[in-house]
């Protein structure tokens, strides 16, 4: 246990503390920083926390995290929306969107099932993806989520409930190598595999 002599100092590593991936004593090296920084750089770090609460939210189509009701993604005319990217977080947008390489519209899950982990159909955002296509005009749904035995069960999932209406439903090709999560692609392989994908159907059905 690290010994404080300020109640601020300690609360202050306390809650740096419970950010994912950061120990006491890298909370205690941030908050030093902090200290020491000058007040309008502390100022600007607690702006952009509090904006995070206040103003940013969920794309009401995609579920991408947006300023506004509806992303710029889905707003943007030039996107192709009759081609839906099925993806397991926001993470995953901001790594496919970053090959350049895709140019239709995403659909967020949230996760992807995992009785595990307490993670059912009604936590993830599917009814709200079946939504979307039966409103009409969709073409393709990609399917993009990990090469994992949840990802493959969530895959399955949805390409039971959408194989009668839409003409199209492709996969990523996994050269991506299985177990790796989309984020940790390289651009080049992921664009490569966007590029390169297969139908759903002829890899994972008819075997
Ligand atoms: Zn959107």
Redesign the pocket.
């Known amino acids: 246990m690290l010994e404080f002599f300020s109640k601020h100092l300690e609360n202050a590593v306390n809650e740096i503390a419970k950010l994912p991936g950061i120990g006491k004593r890298t909370a205690l090296r941030l908050t030093l920083h902090l200290v020491k920084a000058d007040k309008i750089e502390v100022a600007a770090l607690t702006t952009a926390i509090d904006n995070l609460k206040e103003h940013l939210c969920y794309?009401k189509?995609?579920f991408?995290l947006?300023d506004k009701d509806?992303?710029d993604?889905?707003e943007n005319p030039k996107r192709d929306h009759a081609m839906i990217c099925v993806v397991q977080d926001i993470r995953d947008v901001i790594a496919i969107e970053n090959t350049n390489q895709y140019t239709g519209v995403y659909h967020v899950l949230g996760g992807v099932i995992s009785p595990m982990d307490g993670i059912g159909i009604n936590q993830l955002r599917l009814q709200e993806l079946f939504d979307r296509i039966d409103a009409g005009g969709v073409r393709e749904v990609v399917l993009a989520l990990p090469a994992t035995v949840e990802g493959d069960t969530t895959n399955f999932y949805i390409y039971k409930n959408i194989k009668d209406k839409v003409s199209e439903i492709t996969t990523i090709a996994r050269g991506v190598g299985i177990g790796e999560e989309l984020e940790y692609a390289d651009e080049v392989t992921l664009g490569r595999s966007l590029m390169g994908r297969t139908s759903f159907e002829s890899v994972y059905v008819k075997r």
Do not use: F, M
Request: contains cysteine.
């Open positions: 794309c189509n995609c991408n947006s509806v992303c993604i889905c």
